[in-house]
């Protein structure tokens, strides 16, 4: 396996063939690793109150931690291995936008804790496969040079946007109900999904025409 640079890890697989060939099952965002150095004590009675340690012996010990999105993902699965990343991604923000609309309109109506748990489930499997296509996008057509870089671009770019959205957020709702801020997301969402969409499907005309 070629070294690859980034602030993004790849956890992959050997298969156990000879020469092993490795295959990805997550994409890390966060990793921490940790190496420690023991003196072996070999304290005993007869060490007269001191503290012995045993001369050119020692323990190292090395942990990783680590945070990330598996690729493999059950609620993808199957599925989207039929399906195109690209328009999945596509049809993904338009379901988003319309259960965010829902959401916020369901749980002003209904008030009820239960609605809102059936609707946040239902948001968070309709979303959830557009992270996980965006990964396959990004390991399918970029090098194994530039997908850590990918990677960051795009932690930075999701950041950015998660913390322009709460300034914006915050000013709208001293003049705007929460619930149409939320609706107003939802439909964001769905005309970004259509007009991806549609331009995806001309590009994609042209090439074969």
Request: hydrophobic share 50%; glycine share 12%.
């Amino acid at each position: 396996m070629t070294a690859q640079k980034g602030s993004a890890f790849l956890l992959k697989i050997s298969d156990g063939a000879e020469p092993p060939v490795y295959r990805t099952v997550a994409g890390l965002r966060t990793t921490q690793m940790s190496i420690a150095g023991d003196s072996v004590v070999v304290t005993s009675k007869d060490s007269a109150g001191w503290r012995e340690l045993l001369s050119g012996a020692g323990v190292r010990s090395v942990s990783v931690t680590a945070a990330g999105l598996f690729l493999g993902s059950l609620a993808y699965g199957r599925w989207g291995r039929q399906k195109n990343h690209v328009e999945t991604i596509f049809r993904c923000l338009i379901a988003g936008g319309l259960v965010t609309a829902a959401f916020a309109f369901g749980v002003e109506q209904y008030r009820n804790v239960w609605v809102a748990q059936a609707l946040a489930v239902s948001l968070g499997f309709v979303v959830g496969p557009i992270v996980i296509a965006a990964n396959t996008v990004v390991h399918k057509f970029a090098s194994s040079a530039m997908q850590g870089k990918v990677f960051s671009a795009m932690e930075v770019v999701i950041h950015f946007g998660f913390l322009v959205t709460m300034l914006a957020s915050s000013k709208l709702s001293e003049f705007v109900e929460p619930y149409w801020i939320l609706a107003g997301v939802g439909l964001v969402f769905c005309l970004v999904g259509v007009w991806g969409m549609v331009r995806y499907r001309q590009g994609k005309l042209a090439i074969e025409g």
